[in-house]
């Protein structure tokens, strides 16, 4: 079974400028989480999408971020117009329906300038 | 609000020896405690569970116990080996949505 996937690995854009970060969840996961680790920090939840609804986006930071999960399957995070306090690791996580284990993607860096 | 303290931040122990790891939250109502390991560079591991009407859960090497009247939770590695170096992050299943809190993290360095 593969796990969960994420692109890219790492980007490094400049401030003002608009990222796009996408994650595969496990095959029939309908659970998917977007989490954000800062410099060390601890690592902080953004949203909760239940297949294609958005169940939870309380840890979103602001509105220059969206979230979608269109047909429920892969997801988008998307950063416009990126300041440099968004620099960090983002990470995806999924799980199956009812149950409370989550399984993490390999997340990507992001670096803004 | 929700949060986890985890202690120590950072863990240097010989080859053999024991390590352990603590956290200690916030949320009462919870009732998942997963910790996760990440080697440099990978994805966050599920290593182990506990759910909140167990005590303890030993797992080979690692185990975890939990203390609900103290809103502690551990991870005890024995037998230590250069290969689980790697930062420990505790966390708990807080909200009302499923979302994990977590700890700092713990970098643990077994030096051979």
């Known amino acids: 079974e593969a796990g969960v996937t994420q692109f890219p690995s790492h980007s490094v854009i400049e401030k003002g400028q608009t990222v796009t970060l996408r994650c595969d969840p496990i095959?029939?996961?309908?659970?998917l989480y977007w989490y954000r680790r800062v410099m060390g920090k601890e690592i902080k939840f953004l949203l909760h999408?239940?297949?294609?609804?958005?169940?939870?986006e309380s840890g979103m930071p602001n509105n220059r971020f969206l979230a979608e999960r269109t047909g429920g399957t892969y997801s988008t995070l998307k950063v416009q117009p990126a300041e440099l306090e968004d620099s960090g690791v983002y990470f995806c996580a999924s799980s199956w329906t009812g149950t409370s284990e989550q399984y993490f993607g390999p997340g990507t860096r992001l670096t803004v300038t | 609000g929700e949060n986890v303290e985890q202690h120590p931040s950072t863990l240097s122990v010989q080859e053999g020896d024991s390590a352990v790891i603590k956290c200690t939250y916030s949320?009462?109502?919870?009732?998942?405690f997963p910790w996760y390991k990440q080697e440099l560079g990978k994805r966050p591991q599920l290593i182990i569970d506990?759910?909140?009407?167990?005590g303890e859960k030993k797992d080979q090497r690692i185990a975890v116990t939990l203390n609900k009247t103290a809103k502690h939770f551990s991870l005890h590695i024995t037998e230590t080996q250069p290969e689980d170096s790697a930062v420990y992050f505790c966390a708990y299943l807080g909200g009302s949505q499923g979302n994990l809190i977590f700890g700092k993290g713990t970098k643990l360095s077994v030096k051979p």
């Open positions: 095959s029939g996961h309908d659970n």
């Open positions: 506990i759910r909140s009407n167990v």
């Open positions: 949320d009462s109502a919870s009732n998942y």
């Open positions: 999408f239940v297949k294609e609804s958005k169940q939870d």
